[in-house]
């Protein structure tokens, strides 16, 4: 059967999807940051929510869906040497950092999702955490990037 994308394409893409995803999860508690920081309709903070909505729109949603597209490809691919066994039987052979790394990505997933409640509720004027918790929210998803690397690449 002639696929349309390789695995080799579909892992780069993948990993390339993953980069900018985490890139935008790690800059857009620092906008979040500046805007809290700064004085409410300020020039500063009708830049950085321009801004934080533009990372959301362009980089963050797009990423995420490009990531998880690959990925579930990946995953796909990995299993499909026979479709016809049953599936705990195919779960069985999944190797184990894989899940791992799957309930990390739900975690990133969410805590994407929460980003984008919280940067709603700042375009609407609300202030609910302080500027020191959103620099300290900024580093979370590098945390759980290294995490998913190791899983992935750091096989017993």
Known sequence: MDHVIGYDLARGLHI????A?????????RFYAYITAGQPGGELEAAMLKAARSLRMIILTPSLILAW?????LFATYI?????RPI????ATVPHWFWGKLILVLGLSGYHGFLTAEGRRIAQGQ????EKFWRLMSEIPFLV????VLLATLEP
Request: no cysteine; glycine share 8%; charged share 10%.
């Open 88 to 91: 705990p039987e195919v779960l």
């Open 16 to 19: 390339i999807a993953v980069i």
């Open 127 to 130: 202030r609910r955490h302080s």
């Open 69 to 73: 597209a690959f990925g579930l490809f």
């Open 145 to 148: 990037a290294i995490a998913a």
């Open 80 to 84: 499909s040497g026979d479709w016809t």
């Open 21 to 29: 995803w985490i890139a935008g999860l790690l800059m857009l508690p």
